[in-house]
């Protein structure tokens, strides 16, 4: 089992990438074979091995959802950035 990372953009010290690494570094630390796939989805990653059954696919959502998500054959997890807090834009 691989754990895929997947982002749209992959910037030294933007938030979304830094929440990417530090988890890709947490994973190897515990074992785990990792991947972070830092490009939209495309057709061809529907039949790519990488994206096959026995994997995990962790999509950063920051902005919009990538239509191909959908169509990919392994397991996904949903990782929504950029939710605040109502609270914080009180007066």
């Known amino acids: ?3 895929i990372q997947v982002v749209a953009s992959l910037a030294e010290g933007a938030g979304v990438s830094s929440v990417v690494m530090s988890l890709d570094a947490m994973w190897r630390r515990q074992g785990y074979e990792t991947v972070i796939y830092n490009q939209r989805l495309n057709v061809q990653a529907v039949n790519d091995p990488l994206f096959s059954e026995e994997n995990i696919v962790i999509y950063h959502l920051a902005l919009t959802v990538d239509p191909m998500l959908r169509y990919l054959k392994c397991r996904k997890i949903l990782a929504f950035h950029n ?9």
């Open 1 to 3: 089992m691989k754990i």
């Open 83 to 91: 939710i605040t807090d109502p609270r914080l834009f009180r007066e």
